[in-house]
């Protein structure tokens, strides 16, 4: 089991748990970004940079992905092809995209950008509080916990 990391958009302190995590249960991640992502010294870590454009590192996660891999992503229908591909996916706030999940979740983000598309001000999603960030590690540590 690996964890792929979506880096373009994950929030660093995302990435700081993820790092201490890497190395508390010796499992191996991988950010995947557009940009170059520094990453501590560590035989678990590693940063891979793709090509910039539309959908890229999520592109080059699916294609790296084996099942039962977890990919850390806000991306929707990246998470959609994960759970696809038989891996699990994990936003930064927490919330785990399961099979009973992922359709509702893909079809509300399909209304909601073609509302924006239209013209309509939807908002965006509130900010990124420390409420996520520990329902995020806490999602990650019963995760690892069961998987690792």
């Not at 880096?7 to 010796?26: G, M, S, T, W």
Request: aromatic share 6%.
């Amino acid at each position: 089991m690996q964890i792929w990391v979506d880096a373009d958009a994950c929030p660093n302190v995302i990435k700081e748990i993820l790092f201490r995590a890497a190395e508390r249960a010796r499992i191996s991640i991988t950010l995947v970004a557009n940009q170059l992502i520094r990453t501590p010294p560590s035989p678990f870590i590693k940063a891979m940079q793709v090509p910039a454009g539309f959908d890229v590192a999520d592109d080059q996660i699916v294609r790296q992905i084996a099942a039962g891999d977890l990919v850390i992503t806000a991306d929707i229908p990246l998470a959609a092809k994960v759970i696809e591909s038989g891996g699990h996916a994990l936003n930064p706030r927490g919330e785990f995209y399961t099979p009973d999940n992922i359709r509702e979740t893909l079809s509300m983000r399909n209304f909601m950008e073609q509302l924006r598309n239209s013209g309509v001000e939807t908002g965006g999603p509130p900010g990124f509080s420390q409420g996520d960030r520990a329902a995020f590690a806490k999602q990650l540590d019963k995760f690892l916990a069961k998987h690792a």
